[in-house]
């Protein structure tokens, strides 16, 4: 893989970026600044991009079939009108816990919104454990809790055969799967299928390639790594160019390009000065390979 090559998209950077997702019909990487409470879009023909600014921490972002999107702010699941920018609430979970906040969501192929919860944090991965739910937020805006007891709810996916869902509670240092039912959306049959290495960190965000490979993001570990969930190994290792690297996704034509977010939140001078690209966005291309 000496192929892989490594540039960033934009010039900005951002406190805690997070949940890329590629909007193919606008040519278009969404993603979001938790900490900085934007949602925000880059254009790859232009390489503009737009940002909405909202009234809480907006942690994932996924597109709607009727146009615009729908995100996770504070503890809401609330619709976002892009050019009004508008903000609809549609649901409200954690009602009984004012610290908590939502962390990564993902859509699943039945039209979905999977996310999780988790405390506020003292700083970063430093918080009141176990606070966290996973919830999902289904079509006909009724949502589903499946589980609390949760530290950070975090990375998740489906394999390709949709009968699996993956899912990361970061501060287990574990990737598990579930066994998934795409008809009712419930999961069950929960098991590990990898444990991180000290060297690769706190597994955060996560996606899934064309050969059925699970991608994970290592918070504080400075990379990205490719999974196989069938075997429980580690198959490949993309180092970038800081180390809170927060989640990642497939995009750009033909989707051979990886988009990887990061944060600089919590990095002290000494560190910023060594991680100058800290919180920019990246575009990892070289991976043909699996398509």
Known sequence: ????????????????????V????????????????????????SGQVQAVSVDAPVSSVALRKSGDYVITLGTRFAALKWKEQLVTTIAQVDRDKAKNRFNDGKVDPAGRYFAGTMAEEIRPAVLEPRQGSLYTLCPDHSVVKHFDQVDISNGL??????????????????????????????????????????????PDGMCIDTEGKLWVACYNG?????????????????????????????????????????????LDEATLAK???????????????FL
């Open 1 to 20: 893989m000496s192929s892989v090559k490594i540039e960033c998209i934009g010039s900005d950077r951002y406190r805690l970026g997070e949940s890329p």
């Open 22 to 45: 590629w909007d193919e019909k606008e040519n278009s990487l969404l993603y979001v600044d938790i900490t900085g409470r934007k949602v925000c879009r880059w254009d790859a023909a």
């Open 157 to 202: 996916d489906w394999s390709l055969d949709h009968k699996t869902f993956f899912y990361i509670d970061s501060l287990s240092y574990s990737v598990d799967a579930f066994d998934y039912d795409l008809q009712t959306g419930k999961i069950g049959n929960r098991r590990s299928i990898y444990k991180l290495e000290k060297e690769e960190n706190i």
């Open 222 to 266: 400075g990379r990205v790594i490719r999974l196989d969930p069938e075997t429980g190994k580690r198959i490949q290792t993309v180092r970038l160019p800081t180390s809170r690297i927060t989640s990642c996704c497939f995009g750009g034509k033909d989707y051979t390009e990886m988009y990887v977010t990061s944060a600089y939140d919590g």
């Open 275 to 289: 991680e100058p690209q800290a919180g920019e966005i990246f575009k990892v291309m070289g991976f043909e390979i």
